[in-house]
């Protein structure tokens, strides 16, 4: 569906008719010079997961050509704290197909996302997008089946109290103008995400709202489609771009930190994925979850405790993820079940024509919904690396993959009960739990690294990196020492505030 021309809102797409992945150097070229485009800006993302910028003003057409053919040279060891200064050069790359019209910029600018590549031209193993690369192919070398994947950003704005309007408490969710204050930046958002080539499925008000030292605190979300999970990692990144950029414009406050205060609803980045072959859905056989998606989420519960060091990456995380909330604790699935860790949305798997008992006036149809079923992983935060984390994901697809005894952990790991209600203590007490900390996710990381390691996909030096970089926030007893106190909770919280 989100693959054809017609009506799609990129420009470049609709003055080239052609897909992002045909695009050629010669159709950038083509189109700078068609629509007067005077400057050329590379985007690559660093260790603090943000978007940064090399700005090419254009000289002449052979400037142009060259930078788009070779490239430019950037320090490495200070957009990666791993990396060494005496041997740190990188060049970086552009992707054409990642290209975009700047939305922000008053001089017309064309900005594409790059790739890391060394001195002597070969991609840089430890760079967080090549990772991502490597865990796809080798999912599709060793299975035959591709991996898609879309996130669901949630984010506060924060903003002046106002006294007209005010939504209830934590009462936020599909709120509509004028509960809801942001709507208006919300939809502009969606517009230019969807103009930089993010394939986006809807966007609303979330639970989270409250007013707080007269400030409004207004939770959001924008919800993508299932996409090549490369892509999807490019349309994360430059959304959280775009929404920054945004607010700073209106003069408020965007985060995406998974905690924001006590006792109001935190911001998760659910993932829901999908497997294909072929480009036909692999989750539905028959009408039901297939055995392919069940055994991808029996790769998802096993390495679950590791992955929450992509996904859950400071000691703020962990104050989302307590019992009896939303957010989960314990290693399980189920149906629709929002108090497990690995959930199957609702999958239009029903029989009855819906469209025609609300429309009597229409025809009747016969719908091929399947394609619409995700599994979706609810940890992960807006603190994610998420290169790494969508990477340690399509490795946990295909460990389940491959995973001798995939269907009958799965099944050991069903629930279809509210874990927490008293008459479910036993079957609580059976399943195991996700960390609880930084410290707990690094230990779950050096236990379950050789999975990660195999096939080349990560790499040792980057996930000893990483163990090291959650051992030091030392945060063991942090939840116990803090407790209640809510000045030293949102001190710790101020400290992540622009995290991810």
Same mark, same amino acid.
């Given at each position: 569906?989100?693959?054809?021309?017609?009506?799609?809102?990129?420009?470049?797409?609709?003055?080239?008719?052609?897909?992002?992945?045909?695009?050629?150097?010669?159709?950038?070229?083509?189109?700078?010079?068609?629509?007067?485009?005077?400057?050329?800006?590379?985007? $690559?993302?660093?260790?603090?997961?943000?978007?940064?910028?090399?700005?090419?003003?254009?000289?002449?057409?052979?400037?142009?050509?060259?930078?788009?053919?070779?490239?430019?040279?950037?320090?490495?060891?200070?957009?990666?704290?791993?990396?060494?200064?005496?041997?740190? *050069?990188?060049?970086?790359?552009?992707?054409?197909?990642?290209?975009?019209?700047?939305?922000?910029?008053?001089?017309?600018?064309?900005?594409?996302?790059?790739?890391?590549?060394?001195?002597?031209?070969?991609?840089?193993?430890?760079?967080?997008?090549?990772?991502?690369?490597?865990?796809?192919?080798?999912?599709?070398?060793?299975?035959?089946?591709?991996?898609?994947?879309?996130?669901?950003?949630?984010?506060?704005?924060?903003?002046?109290?106002?006294?007209?309007?005010?939504?209830? *408490? &934590?009462?936020?969710?599909?709120?509509?103008?004028?509960?809801?204050?942001?709507?208006?930046?919300?939809?502009?958002?969606?517009?230019?995400?969807?103009?930089?080539?993010?394939?986006?499925?809807?966007?609303?008000?979330?639970?989270? +709202?409250?007013?707080?030292?007269?400030?409004?605190?207004? &939770?959001?979300?924008?919800?993508?489609?299932?996409?090549?999970?490369?892509?999807?990692?490019? &349309?994360?990144?430059?959304?959280?771009?775009?929404?920054?950029?945004?607010?700073?414009?209106?003069?408020?406050?965007?985060?995406?930190?998974?905690?924001?205060?006590?006792?109001?609803?935190?911001?998760?980045?659910?993932?829901?994925?999908?497997?294909?072959?072929?480009?036909?859905?692999?989750?539905?056989?028959?009408?039901?979850?297939?055995?392919?998606?069940?055994?991808?989420?029996?790769?998802?519960?096993?390495?679950?405790?590791?992955?929450?060091?992509?996904? +859950?990456?400071?000691?703020?995380?962990?104050?989302?993820?307590?019992?009896?909330?939303?957010?989960?604790?314990?290693?399980?699935?189920?149906?629709?079940?929002?108090?497990?860790?690995?959930?199957?949305?609702?999958?239009?798997?029903?029989?009855?024509?819906?469209?025609?008992?609300?429309?009597?006036?229409?025809?009747?149809? *016969?719908?091929?919904?399947?394609?619409?079923?995700?599994?979706?992983?609810?940890?992960?935060?807006?603190?994610?690396?998420?290169?790494?984390?969508?990477?340690?994901?399509?490795?946990?697809?295909?460990?389940?993959?491959?995973?001798?005894?995939?269907?009958?952990?799965?099944?050991?790991?069903?629930?279809?009960?509210?874990?927490?209600?008293?008459?479910?203590?036993?079957?609580?007490?059976?399943?195991?739990?996700?960390?609880?900390?930084?410290?707990?996710?690094?230990? #779950?990381? &050096?236990?379950?690294?050789?999975?990660?390691?195999?096939?080349?996909?990560?790499?040792?030096? #980057?996930?000893?990196?990483?163990?090291? $970089?959650?051992?030091?926030?030392?945060?063991?007893?942090?939840?116990?020492?803090?407790?209640?106190?809510?000045?030293?909770?949102?001190?710790?919280?101020?400290?992540?505030?622009?995290?991810?």
């Amino acid at each position: 569906m989100h693959n054809t021309i017609e009506m799609n809102p990129n420009p470049l797409v609709q003055y080239l008719n052609k897909l992002p992945n045909e695009f050629t150097k010669a159709d950038l070229i083509k189109y700078i010079e068609d629509h007067n485009i005077e400057m050329v800006n590379f985007r $690559y993302v660093g260790w603090d997961l943000r978007l940064k910028t090399l700005n090419f003003v254009i000289n002449d057409r052979q400037h142009l050509d060259a930078i788009l053919t070779v490239g430019e040279r950037v320090d490495g060891s200070s957009l990666f704290s791993f990396m060494e200064a005496g041997s740190s *050069d990188l060049y970086i790359i552009p992707r054409y197909k990642t290209a975009f019209l700047n939305p922000f910029t008053e001089v017309p600018t064309l900005d594409i996302l790059c790739s890391y590549y060394t001195k002597d031209g070969v991609p840089f193993e430890s760079s967080p997008e090549y990772i991502l690369r490597k865990a796809h192919e080798a999912m599709i070398d060793k299975t035959g089946y591709s991996f898609e994947c879309m996130g669901e950003l949630e984010y506060y704005v924060i903003s002046d109290e106002e006294d007209l309007f005010l939504a209830e *408490d &934590q009462r936020g969710y599909h709120e509509s103008t004028p509960f809801a204050k942001w709507g208006e930046l919300r939809e502009r958002a969606m517009r230019a995400i969807a103009q930089c080539g993010g394939y986006i499925k809807y966007a609303h008000a979330e639970v989270g +709202n409250f007013t707080k030292n007269g400030k409004i605190y207004e &939770q959001n979300e924008i919800e993508f489609l299932p996409t090549n999970v490369e892509d999807a990692a490019d &349309q994360l990144n430059i959304a959280k771009w775009i929404l920054r950029s945004l607010a700073y414009e209106y003069g408020v406050t965007v985060t995406f930190a998974p905690k924001i205060t006590v006792g109001k609803a935190g911001s998760g980045m659910h993932i829901h994925t999908k497997i294909t072959k072929d480009g036909k859905t692999a989750m539905v056989e028959d009408g039901k979850l297939s055995d392919v998606a069940k055994k991808a989420i029996a790769g998802y519960l096993c390495l679950a405790p590791s992955l929450t060091a992509f996904g +859950n990456t400071n000691p703020t995380s962990y104050f989302r993820l307590v019992p009896h909330q939303e957010a989960p604790t314990n290693i399980c699935w189920g149906d629709r079940n929002r108090s497990v860790l690995v959930r199957v949305p609702l999958g239009w798997s029903g029989k009855n024509n819906m469209i025609k008992h609300a429309n009597p006036q229409e025809p009747d149809i *016969d719908f091929d919904f399947s394609n619409k079923q995700t599994v979706e992983m609810r940890c992960p935060d807006g603190s994610a690396d998420i290169h790494l984390l969508l990477a340690g994901l399509c490795v946990a697809a295909r460990h389940g993959l491959e995973m001798q005894d995939a269907l009958e952990y799965a099944e050991k790991n069903y629930v279809d009960v509210n874990i927490f209600e008293d008459e479910n203590k036993e079957r609580l007490a059976e399943l195991a739990k996700l960390p609880a900390c930084c410290v707990e996710s690094a230990a #779950m990381l &050096q236990q379950q690294k050789e999975v990660y390691l195999k096939y080349g996909v990560f790499t040792e030096a #980057m996930l000893n990196w990483i163990i090291d $970089y959650l051992n030091k926030f030392n945060d063991q007893q942090l939840r116990a020492e803090l407790g209640d106190d809510e000045d030293k909770i949102l001190e710790l919280v101020n400290k992540f505030f622009h995290c991810g």
